[in-house]
């Protein structure tokens, strides 16, 4: 008996432990998927959720200070530059000029402008998507929209884009006072400048820079709606990298307008109308030269190589076409002049914009070189051909340039002349050459676009400020200067 109750407690121990050992096997088996789903998801949710680029800080630095450098070039640059040019009755009316113009462009970009140049619309003009600079920021949240740049991932807040863009604009339209300077009334002026920055301005903006951003390429199935969304120009496939087209023919073509319609300087061609002060005009240029950098490398988006490479070509092309310039004038009249030097380096800078980072070094050289003849060319004998009083030759420097810039930047940016070359597909950002031949063409058609859209703009924004207001000054007002008539003030003590 006891050997049998041995037996019986042996046998139910062991089946005890039989099945406690199941049970934990059985436990292991059935958790096993559920851990490998686990890890599977912990793969996969990544993927699925994949962070929202955030902007870089050294890019938002970067962008920044050339937003602070590009407001240097228009105020004090651009206004020294030009008021060193004119007589010194007239000398405050263009520091005004400038200086109200560009504040008064900063609020319409900030109103409406931005909207319509770089929200999605048609081809032409953007809408109203940020008007208002609605959606930018979210008090509530702390939160910034964010805006593409050209690498894919890399974003910088859309507030620092718009704020970049608004000193383009702003001193886009400042240029303009240099073809009617000492002569249009300063209530005119501010009436067209508003009508041609919205009509003209906004509009060529959209066309050759609006696009839909490289991270929006995410296959080759979607690639061609996108191009369809993108402005009229940037569909062409024409390269303007900070404003060749958008900045300095734009503005050329109005001011020769303007120069035309609004008429000659009284006794221009029979009293002396020299500059009063080289000395400002050369501080000016030089302030331009170093504000500059943040034009045409701040047009990069990114602290970044291609950054460095508008940086360089900016500084060396400058370079060149002030030695090309004075060269000119020695061929010419025997001697170099401080006038033609500063003259040079803007037409440099001009015609080095829409190329400063899509061509090669040496190309940017040999850009700037032939600038600064063809622009001495512009201030000499086209502007006898053209018979107009364009006051600070803004035509001769900032048309002549921006086209040869915006045509020699099809030759030079192709690979095999040491250019960096374009994207030809955004989706695999694959970067190849056109034919020199078809680029040109196509910063051609972009050119001559540019000059008939200001040109008509123009017109009829000159033919509504003149109905409205009155385009010009008196004689006698203008005889005594726009400073004392214009302003009440004058810029030296008499």
Known sequence: MKKLLLSLAIG?????????????AAAAAASAPVAAASAVAEAVAPA????????????????????????????????????????????????????????MIVVLWCLYG???????????????????????FDPMKGEFATSATFSKGVVIPELLFMAFQATFA????????????ERIKFSAMLLFMALWFTFSYAPIAHMV?????????????????????????????????????????????????????????????????????LTLTMVGA???????????????????????LAFMNTFSATAAAVLA??????????????????????AGLVAITPACGNVGLMGAMVIGFVAGFACLWGVNGLKKMLGADDSLDVFGVHGV???????????????????????????????????????????????????VWSGVVSLVAYKIADMVIGLRVSEEDEREGLDISSHGETAYGR
């Not at 005890?16 to 049970?23: D, I, P, Q, R, V």
């Open 325 to 346: 310039w004075c060269l000119g004038e020695a061929l010419m009249r025997g001697k170099a002049s401080m006038l033609g030097a500063a003259s040079g380096a803007v």
């Open 12 to 24: 139910w121990g062991l089946l005890l432990a039989g099945n406690a050992a199941f049970g934990q």
């Open 114 to 136: 931005y909207s319509l140049a770089f929200t999605e619309g048609n081809p032409y003009i953007g809408g109203f998507d940020r008007l208002f600079m609605k959606g930018m």
């Open 209 to 277: 820079w609006f696009w839909m951003g490289p991270d929006a390429y995410a296959s080759k199935e979607l690639a061609d709606g996108l191009n369809a969304k993108a402005g009229l120009i940037w569909q062409w496939g024409a390269l303007d990298f900070a404003g060749g087209t958008v900045v300095h023919i734009n503005a050329a073509v109005a001011g020769l307008v303007g120069a035309f319609v609004i008429g000659k300087r009284t006794g221009y061609g029979r009293e002396p109308m020299a500059p009063h002060s």
């Open 286 to 308: 030089s302030l331009l030269w170093v504000g500059w950098f943040g034009f045409n490398a701040g047009s990069a988006l990114e602290a970044n190589g291609t950054a460095v």
């Open 48 to 103: 699925a959720a994949a962070p929202t680029p955030a902007p870089n800080k050294g890019d938002v630095a970067w962008m920044i200070v050339a937003t602070a450098f590009v407001t240097m070039m228009s105020v004090p640059g651009l206004a020294l530059f030009y008021g060193g040019l004119v007589r010194s009755k007239n000398m405050l009316s263009v520091l005004m000029q400038v200086f109200v113009t560009f504040s």
């Open 170 to 181: 702003a001193i886009t339209c400042c240029l303009i006072v240099g073809a009617f300077a």
């Open 401 to 451: 340039g921006g086209i040869v810039g915006a045509l020699l930047t099809g030759v030079f940016n192709s690979q095999a002349l040491g250019g960096p070359g374009l994207v030809s597909d955004w989706v695999s950002a694959t970067v190849s050459s056109m034919p020199v031949a078809d680029q040109v063409w196509i910063q051609l058609k972009a050119v001559l676009l540019t000059v």
